[in-house]
């Protein structure tokens, strides 16, 4: 099975800080990555699919980059709707998911 | 517009079994099947299998192997997940979401299942 790890586990920032989590695969899944943001009670929200497409109607302040085993969100101006928790999603060989990054104001 | 609508929180005995619905529309239902996630309490995401809703074709995770079964119907464009021998650390809220293939990002999810089991 291909692991992903992620990190930090926790990140703390503030309003208009640029936020990066980095998502590593234990062997290369080219660009077949994706990332979601998950906020407490709800389900989770696809932002970026293929490494680096973001999805319909998702803030142009979220970007995503890599591919092989490394990867990296990034949040260039962070705003008071992007505290959540953040997960990666392989796709290269079924699914397998990141632990997950709190982003929490600091 | 897409929705998956799931069927409400059930409580469980230990050993009991627990079916979950996911009631689709918006789309051509054969055009995507379900993934479901779990998400036990204060943790992560976790993959439990992905149905075709095509050929009704199915791929499991290793660890839920012969314990769960998913199904899809399409003469009500729902998906059903079905887990047996419940234990406690079964307990999660339970997502569907639409997926391409049993390999393949997740672009609408529905609201998540609690399924408590306790004694």
């Known amino acids: 099975d291909i692991q992903m790890t992620q990190s930090p586990s926790t990140l703390s920032a503030s309003v208009g800080d640029r936020v990066t989590i980095t998502c590593r695969a234990s062997?290369?899944?080219?660009?077949?990555l994706a990332w979601y943001q998950q906020k407490p009670g709800k389900a989770p929200k696809l932002l970026i699919y293929?490494?680096?497409t973001l999805e319909n109607e998702v803030p142009s302040r979220f970007s995503g980059s890599g591919s092989g085993t490394e990867f990296t969100l990034t949040i260039s101006s962070l705003q008071p709707d992007d505290f959540a928790t953040y997960f990666c999603?392989?796709?290269?060989?079924?699914?397998?998911f990141g632990q997950g990054t709190k982003v929490e104001s600091k | 517009q897409v929705q998956l609508v799931q069927s409400g929180a059930e409580v469980k005995k230990p050993g009991a079994s627990v079916k979950v619905s996911c009631k689709a529309s918006?789309?051509?239902?054969?055009?995507?099947?379900f993934t479901w996630v779990r998400q036990a309490p204060g943790q992560g995401l976790e993959w439990m299998g992905y149905?075709?809703?095509?050929?009704?074709?199915?791929s499991y995770a290793d660890r839920f192997q012969g314990r769960v079964t998913m199904t899809a119907d399409t003469s009500t464009t729902t998906g059903n997940m079905e887990l047996r021998s419940l234990r406690s650390d079964d307990t999660a809220v339970y997502y569907c979401?639409?997926?391409?293939?049993?390999?393949?990002?997740?672009?609408?999810w529905g609201q998540g299942t609690l399924v408590t089991v306790s004694s």
């Open positions: 979401a639409r997926a391409r293939y049993s390999g393949s990002y997740l672009d609408f």
């Open positions: 918006g789309y051509i239902f054969t055009s995507y099947g």
């Open positions: 149905i075709s809703t095509e050929n009704g074709r199915t």
């Open positions: 062997e290369s899944i080219n660009a077949w």
């Open positions: 293929k490494a680096s």
């Open positions: 999603q392989q796709y290269f060989s079924y699914v397998t």
